[in-house]
């Protein structure tokens, strides 16, 4: 006892019931006769006395008295955690300490050995204390929800009180019944729906312990787990038995075949996982059961079993091999699966830096990945000093890479901890990209005869435009740097042709027959298929390489302009990095080539499928047509450019009266296609790149409108410094896209965008 100014001040104390190994003894009842329960009343009487020797005259010593002050009434029903308080006095000195013991049982149905003998018996100084007792027996179903059992179980409390002289008071006692749910667990890996495993299979859980409702939880105790093959009662195999219904309807049937109980957060994490047939054999083309059983800290125990929910029936087979996802930021991705599918083979120009990185993932049959290893032109995959790093589950990118000719392959080996092997396998051409000729125009906007409204133009209006651009610059030829893509059968130019160019101008249109969308459609990493992706975005490469771009063409709702690069066509306003995939963690949408190549965060339509919230402003023809654009001189890049014509105005015979955009019948031009427009930029909270550059903006029918001035041609400035090698007459210089077809707009303007573009490029013809 500890006295505080000459009182005693109470120590508060938390008590626990019996221990794991008593707790599991689920179902243990003892009972004694009444008198029985009587002589053990004597024996705690008797255990007061004092048998001290003492001399001289014998004072007698009165019994201090105790009683407890709170708690669960008599035969009360409460949770598992009991707070007592309890007091006492001594007539003629002061109480030492109290004694107390907590048995299984009511006072007439309890063992007599809980509370025979001063070792039973727990001496504290406080006048309060929690008691954690054990809840294991009595398993019902609980009503308010049938995927929990209800566990009870009766105790009585001892207590009495001890004076200075160490004479005992009679004892209080009160029984109560504490109860509590069972705690279950949650498989969580292997994930999805497939139950065909490895013969070396990664279990996962997560545990729960409700307190006293299911809304009301902790973590469970301890954790333990079987995996069997599924035999009948009798031991003979049967895969259509059903054992799950066995397990719950018979669960002393399996008792054998639990492992030992693990605390749940078990150092290493094994009281949340465990490995299945690393050390025990998991026979192939059999079916097993894992199950799990948790048990909380009152001692009750996972009762019910089923197969969505702590239960997997499972096949074993062999299998290929974890699924190997490779990535690099130029050539895209890459899926491999087992040890003998083809090499992926890719053409490349020289000196293209390539950096690898890769992942690989063995879940959906249960494994787990255990190494990873790399090496260029391996000719002896199992000579280890030809790989270039040993074996480790670290390496997951490897160092750039540069080639300059010849034909070289890249091999990437994932291995999984029941030894099977994926070897994914790149290979690289280097083709000759001598960049000797001056343009090229790739016409990807196919048209048939000229509408009388100037809603579109024709093949032969749309051709004697754009060639009359070409042929100012120096060295084109018409007969021989065109590419029509529809008199290709709608196939886009091969590599080795771009790589006879320095300059390409690339129009397009809104159909689904474009190859544009062929050549720079984005495929996020979520998204990779296996196989060999045959397609390689050759204009990222081409710009990488030195070589200059200028796109452009019809950019109306979904289809056309950079929207191609969406594997599905997005509601706008768009961002790469996020609207890419549904997937919000693969942002992998910011090595596509708006992004990266032409420093375009966001994309918006004038006409198009929008989104839907307060957050989104109220969008209309009306309002949002473009009546003509303007050139942003407010830019570092675009004021340095004073040849550039300050207003880009509609062609006067496409909004002449009767034609299709005359702005006195119609909406307004709707072919465009708007990049990082600052309301949603604003909402999104996000800022421009570095390498934007707006080089036109538009201005809408209305000031209301919130794509009103907003960015509708851009400089691409992220590779403006380099310079192709070893090629005559290459110069650093900028490329440029329009979110626009240029053909709607004044001839003259045109004229001078283009004089300006060509001096850039220096191929400006005399």
């Known amino acids: 006892m500890e006295r505080a100014g000459g009182a005693v001040r109470p120590i508060r104390s938390v008590v626990f019931g019996r221990g794991?190994?008593?707790?599991?003894?689920?179902?243990?009842?003892?009972?004694?006769?009444?008198?029985?329960?009587?002589?053990?009343?004597?024996?705690?009487?008797?255990?007061g006395c004092s048998n001290d020797v003492f001399t001289g005259e014998r004072r007698s010593n009165a019994a201090p008295e105790i009683w407890l002050s709170s708690?669960?009434?008599?035969?009360?029903?409460?949770?598992?955690?009991?707070?007592?308080?309890?007091?006492?006095?001594?007539?003629d000195g002061e109480i030492s300490f109290f004694e107390f013991a907590i048995v299984d049982g009511d006072p007439f149905g309890f063992d007599p050995v809980d509370t025979t003998g001063i070792d039973a018996w727990t001496r504290t100084s406080a006048?309060?204390?929690?008691?954690?007792?054990?809840?294991?027996?009595?398993?019902?179903?609980?009503?308010?929800?049938?995927?929990?059992?209800?566990?009870d179980q009766t105790h009585t409390l001892f207590m009495r009180g001890v004076d200075e002289e160490g004479v005992r008071s009679d004892v209080a006692t009160r029984s109560f019944t504490a109860w509590t749910l069972a705690p279950f667990a949650q498989i969580t890996h292997p994930e999805g729906s497939n139950r065909s495993y490895s013969n070396v299979i990664t279990f996962r859980w997560e545990g729960r312990d409700p307190i006293d409702s299911p809304t009301n939880f902790q973590l469970p105790d301890s954790i333990r787990h079987l995996c069997i093959k599924i035999l009948t009662p009798e031991g003979i195999y049967n895969p259509n038995f059903p054992i799950i219904d066995d397990l719950n309807a018979n669960p002393w049937r399996y008792e054998q075949h639990w492992s030992p109980w693990i605390h749940y957060l078990a150092p290493g994490d094994s009281g949340r996982m465990t490995i299945v047939g690393d050390d025990e054999i998991i026979e192939l083309n059999f079916s097993y059961i894992f199950a799990l059983q948790a048990m909380d800290e009152a001692g009750a125990v996972t009762a019910i079993f089923r197969g969505d929910q702590n239960v997997r029936r499972f096949g074993v087979s062999e299998k290929a091999g974890p699924l190997l996802t490779i990535t690099e930021p130029f050539l895209g991705g890459f899926q491999f699966l087992g040890r003998f599918l083809n090499a992926a083979r890719v053409e490349l120009p020289p000196?293209?830096?390539?950096?690898?990185?890769?992942?690989?993932?063995?879940?959906?049959?249960?494994?787990?990945?255990?190494?990873?290893?790399?090496?260029?032109?391996?000719?002896?995959?199992?000579?280890?000093?030809?790989w270039d790093v040993s074996a480790s589950p670290f390496h997951r990118c490897a160092p750039g890479r540069t080639w300059y000719s010849g034909i070289h392959t890249f091999y990437i080996e994932a291995v999984d901890n029941g030894g099977r092997i994926t070897l994914g396998r790149i290979q690289i051409e280097i083709i000759p990209f001598s960049m000797e000729r001056t343009l090229l125009w790739v016409d990807d906007w196919s048209l048939g005869a000229p509408l009388a409204n100037k809603m579109l133009p024709g093949e032969t209006q749309h051709d004697e435009f754009w060639t009359g651009i070409c042929s100012r610059a120096g060295g084109f030829f018409a007969d021989r740097d065109v590419y029509d893509c529809a008199a290709n059968n709608n196939r886009f130019p091969d590599m080795r042709t771009v790589g006879k160019y320095r300059n390409i101008i690339w129009t397009y249109g809104n159909s689904q027959n474009g190859v544009l969308r062929q050549v720079i459609?984005?495929?996020?990493?979520?998204?990779?298929?296996?196989?060999?992706?045959?397609?390689?975005?050759?204009?990222?490469?081409?710009?990488?390489?030195?070589?200059?771009?200028?796109?452009?063409?019809?950019?109306?709702?979904?289809?056309?302009?950079l929207s191609v690069i969406f594997p599905v066509p997005p509601e706008f306003p768009a961002s790469f990095k996020?609207?890419?995939?549904?997937?919000?963690?693969?942002?992998?949408?910011?090595?596509?080539?708006?992004?990266?190549?032409?420093?375009?965060?966001?994309?918006?339509?004038?006409?198009?499928?929008f989104r839907t919230g307060a957050e989104m402003p109220p969008r209309s023809l009306n309002m949002d047509g473009m009546r003509y654009a303007y050139s942003d001189v407010d830019d570092a890049v675009t004021s340095s450019y004073p040849g550039l014509p300050s207003r880009l105005p509609l062609w006067s015979e496409v909004v002449a009266p009767g034609m299709y955009f005359n702005p006195q019948t119609s909406s307004g031009f709707i072919y465009v296609e708007i990049y990082n427009p600052a309301y949603w930029m604003t909402t999104s909270r996000v800022d421009p790149q570095g390498c934007f550059h707006p080089m036109y903006r538009m201005r809408a029918r209305s000031t209301r409108s919130p794509?009103?001035?907003?960015?509708?041609?851009?400089?691409?400035?992220?590779?403006?410094?380099?310079?192709?090698?070893?090629?005559?007459?290459?110069?650093?210089?900028?490329?440029?896209?329009?979110?626009?077809?240029?053909?709607?707009?004044?001839?003259?303007?045109?004229?001078?965008?283009?004089?300006?573009?060509?001096?850039e490029w220096q191929i400006l013809g005399e």
Not at 71 to 91: L, N, R, S
Not at 141 to 147: C, F, K
Not at 360 to 383: F, T, V
Request: contains cysteine; aromatic residues 12%; charged residues 20%.
């Open 20 to 47: 794991p190994a008593e707790r599991r003894q689920v179902g243990r009842k003892r009972s004694i006769s009444c008198a029985t329960a009587c002589a053990a009343s004597l024996l705690w009487l008797s255990a």
């Open 127 to 151: 006048y309060d204390s929690v008691f954690r007792v054990s809840a294991s027996e009595n398993p019902r179903p609980y009503e308010p929800n049938e995927l929990y059992t209800r566990y």
């Open 707 to 759: 794509i009103d001035r907003q960015t509708v041609a851009v400089w691409v400035d992220r590779y403006s410094h380099i310079v192709a090698e070893n090629v005559p007459g290459a110069v650093a210089a900028r490329s440029v896209h329009f979110g626009l077809p240029l053909w709607f707009f004044e001839r003259s303007t045109v004229d001078s965008i283009a004089t300006v573009i060509f001096d």
């Open 71 to 91: 708690g669960p009434v008599e035969g009360d029903t409460t949770g598992y955690q009991v707070h007592f308080y309890w007091g006492g006095w001594d007539p």
């Open 521 to 561: 459609r984005f495929t996020p990493e979520t998204s990779i298929g296996t196989g060999t992706q045959l397609v390689v975005n050759y204009l990222s490469l081409f710009l990488a390489k030195g070589g200059h771009l200028w796109t452009s063409g019809r950019s109306d709702q979904a289809a056309g302009g």
């Open 351 to 386: 000196g293209v830096p390539l950096n690898f990185c890769w992942s690989a993932d063995a879940s959906s049959y249960g494994g787990e990945i255990r190494s990873y290893r790399y090496g260029w032109d391996i000719q002896q995959l199992d000579d280890p000093a030809q």
């Open 578 to 609: 996020f609207d890419m995939t549904r997937n919000e963690e693969d942002t992998s949408g910011v090595n596509c080539m708006g992004h990266r190549d032409y420093c375009i965060t966001l994309l918006d339509k004038i006409i198009g499928t």
